[in-house]
């Protein structure tokens, strides 16, 4: 059976392909190829990864990205289509589904929403509830760096505390645009925020995201 993250991994590899190694994307200054770079260094080269959460290794995340991004870009999408290989953590089946079915799913809308006139992706409710019990569970940790209070709520009325603190910006959308928020996709996620216009101006700035 196919898994969320599974899926998301092809959809994203698909749409790297048909988008070309130059293409924009939003993650600054990166192109599609360096996008490309970014997830196989991940999920394969965990000693250079860890530059992603200790900052003493920034430089040498750095290095090994962009030896990554020298390489053939259909040795990228080959890399990334195929998985991790199997000594790597990413691939037992659960965790996975549990840290890829938003990364793949927020990288894939990088490259969507950084083209001209893009539109919205349709999702469907069984993918929209994984997204969210992911978000649930992790949105902690993408709000911390937040100088404001956040609370993510859908439509429905479910609501998750992104970050404690006041003034309080209660940002409102599906599970798909609230993650694309609490990713630090903020100005490119279609969401609704209510609270003191200086503190949604923050939300908006805030550093949000791994």
Same mark, same amino acid.
């Given at each position: 059976?196919?898994?969320?993250? !599974?899926?998301?991994?092809?959809?994203?590899?698909?749409?790297?392909?048909?988008?070309?190694?130059?293409?924009?994307? &939003?993650?600054?200054?990166?192109?599609? %190829?360096?996008?490309?770079?970014?997830?196989?260094? @991940?999920?394969?080269?965990?000693?250079?990864?860890?530059?992603?959460?200790?900052?003493?290794?920034?430089? +040498?995340?750095?290095?090994? @990205?962009?030896?990554?991004?020298?390489?053939?870009?259909?040795?990228?999408?080959?890399?990334?289509?195929?998985?991790?290989? @199997?000594?790597?953590?990413?691939?037992? %089946?659960?965790?996975?589904?549990?840290?890829?079915?938003?990364?793949?799913?927020?990288?894939?809308?990088?490259? +969507?929403?950084?083209?001209?006139?893009?539109?919205?992706?349709?999702?469907?409710?069984?993918?929209?509830? $994984?997204?969210?019990?992911? &978000?649930?569970? $992790?949105? @902690?940790?993408?709000?911390?760096?937040?100088?404001? =209070?956040?609370?993510? +709520?859908?439509?429905?009325?479910?609501?998750?505390?992104?970050?404690?603190?006041?003034?309080?910006?209660?940002?409102? =959308?599906?599970?798909?645009?609230?993650?694309?928020?609490?990713?630090? +996709?903020?100005?490119?996620? %279609?969401?609704?925020?209510?609270?003191?216009?200086?503190?949604? $101006? !923050?939300?908006?700035?805030?550093?949000? =995201?791994?």
């Amino acid at each position: 059976m196919t898994t969320h993250a !599974q899926r998301e991994r092809l959809l994203f590899a698909d749409l790297l392909e048909r988008s070309g190694p130059d293409a924009p994307t &939003l993650c600054a200054g990166w192109t599609t %190829k360096d996008l490309a770079a970014h997830v196989v260094v @991940r999920e394969r080269r965990g000693d250079a990864a860890v530059g992603m959460v200790v900052p003493q290794l920034a430089d +040498r995340l750095a290095r090994v @990205r962009k030896e990554y991004a020298e390489k053939p870009y259909a040795e990228l999408l080959h890399l990334i289509r195929t998985g991790p290989p @199997r000594l790597s953590p990413f691939s037992l %089946k659960q965790l996975d589904e549990a840290s890829n079915t938003l990364e793949f799913y927020v990288h894939t809308e990088d490259v +969507r929403r950084a083209a001209p006139e893009w539109t919205p992706r349709t999702i469907d409710p069984v993918f929209a509830d $994984a997204l969210w019990a992911r &978000l649930e569970r $992790a949105a @902690r940790l993408f709000g911390r760096r937040s100088p404001v =209070g956040i609370v993510l +709520r859908v439509p429905d009325g479910r609501t998750v505390v992104a970050h404690k603190g006041a003034p309080v910006v209660t940002v409102t =959308g599906e599970p798909s645009e609230l993650t694309m928020f609490a990713f630090g +996709r903020q100005a490119a996620a %279609k969401v609704d925020a209510d609270g003191p216009e200086d503190a949604v $101006a !923050q939300a908006y700035g805030a550093k949000l =995201g791994v």
